[in-house]
């Protein structure tokens, strides 16, 4: 059955979208999750994915043209299909009708079940979850604004959206009575899963919200799951915990019978808490065999030694399970994968200090704002790109992209996790300029204020864990970039200068590479620049 897509919302302030790409044409295959076009917001060029399958019978606007938010981008459906009623009731009505598609005759079989739904006299309609980011998978209700039975009206704000990169305002594109939420507070919605309906007070959301979740699991009706075999239940075990032997063998870990081997102890009498009665190592160690009988005494007579009873530790096992955030998920699947996607390898390199510290001290006696070691190490980093520009590259895949620009992430530790603001043009900007950026983005980002444009488009990225006092790490590269620098802290140590064991501060850095896009030879170059300029700082005013 044909399926309208919408434009979604995909930043806080975006109102249409322009179609910078198609990657399919009408008549092509689209399978869920694929690339479908890239579309070009207020904010960034992102990638839009489809999230249906089948055919792609109708596009709803050329490359270079724009589509308002909530507007017809698409439809799918099955070849051949009539999707003309479907797209004559694409535009929302004022009351916030939607026309139902038209009832043709699929041609697989599911497609009678979801058919059998009638929803054309229905006076609602469905609002999903936006792709409110680049990299939103899903999106946790941070408040309501509107409560079931509520009237909203287009243009009001309907709820506060936390997404993997920060907490947007969703206001409504339709108007009616609120019939249904989605998610209570606090809870997850996917992307392009049911946030709400909203229609004419009396609408029949019941069977709208039926029919589209038939239409979702691939035309197969709510009715379909009963005819799946339940599994008969069963007892786990009918035996008492202390019968913990299967088929005549004793039920214990391995570890456990080591120990009672070693202690000398039957298995057959100590009682399992395990599953199925099993004995675990616990068990074990917390046994205590009966007293021997005094007859049981030594060869000349004399009573056996009583054992050895140690005192019991006194405790409470204790733990919290904490649901995850949204940008804790984003960071342990983005990371996840550029860890055992992307080949890394690894350039360390010492940096004697003593020039940059005095240069510090002198900029900061007539700097407007105060200067930071990382906002150096930013500078410097930032020139070192410009001459060295094969390290200023994005792994795509396919191909590998060439940044003539720099944009370098810095990363930002904050309570949820971690994100990387952007300074863009850090090579044209003054070493003040940078200072005050770092400062604006990184309280922004403490704040939870900073938007995904300022986390978007870096090419570089840089992870200074210094201030903590570690000596030297290694980074996690950030996709698309090929690079990250992890920076220590400065420590003041022995070095050898003209032949002689003299006092120096010395910082280390590492250089975390992607072998596809970046060679060795090419990431120790760019850090044999770097540290010229940091050793030599005067270089970077120039």
Known sequence: MAELIRMPKMSDTMTEGVIAKWHKKVGDNVKSGELMAEIETDKATMDYESFNTGTILYLGAEEGQPVKVNDVLAIVGNKGEDFSALLSGAQPAAGGETKAAPKTEAKTEAAPAAAAIDTSGIKAEIVLMPKMSDTMNEGVIASWNKKVGDAVKSGELLAEVETDKATMEYESYNTGTLLYIGAK????????GVLAIIGEKDADWQTLLKAHEAKASGGATPAAAATAPVAESKPVAESSSADHSANGRLKASPLAKKIAQEKGLDLSKITGSGDNGRITKTDVENFKPAAAPVAEAGS??????????LPQVVGQESFEDINLSQMRKVIAKRLGESMYTAPHFYVTMEINMDKAIEARKSINEISPVKISFNDMVIKAAAAALRQNPDVNVAWLG??????????IGVAVAVKDGLVVPVIRFADNKSLSHIAVEVKELAQKAHDKKIQPAEMEGGTFAISNLGMFGVEDFTAIINPPNACILAVGGIKETAVVKNGQLVPGNVMKVTLSSDHRAVDGAVAAGFLKTFKGLLEDPVRILI
């Open 300 to 309: 000349k007579g004399k009573p056996a030694a009583a054992p050895v009873v």
């Open 398 to 407: 396919d191909k590998m992209r060439k940044n003539h620009h720099i944009h």
């Open 185 to 192: 507070a606090k809870e997850a919605v996917a992307v392009n």
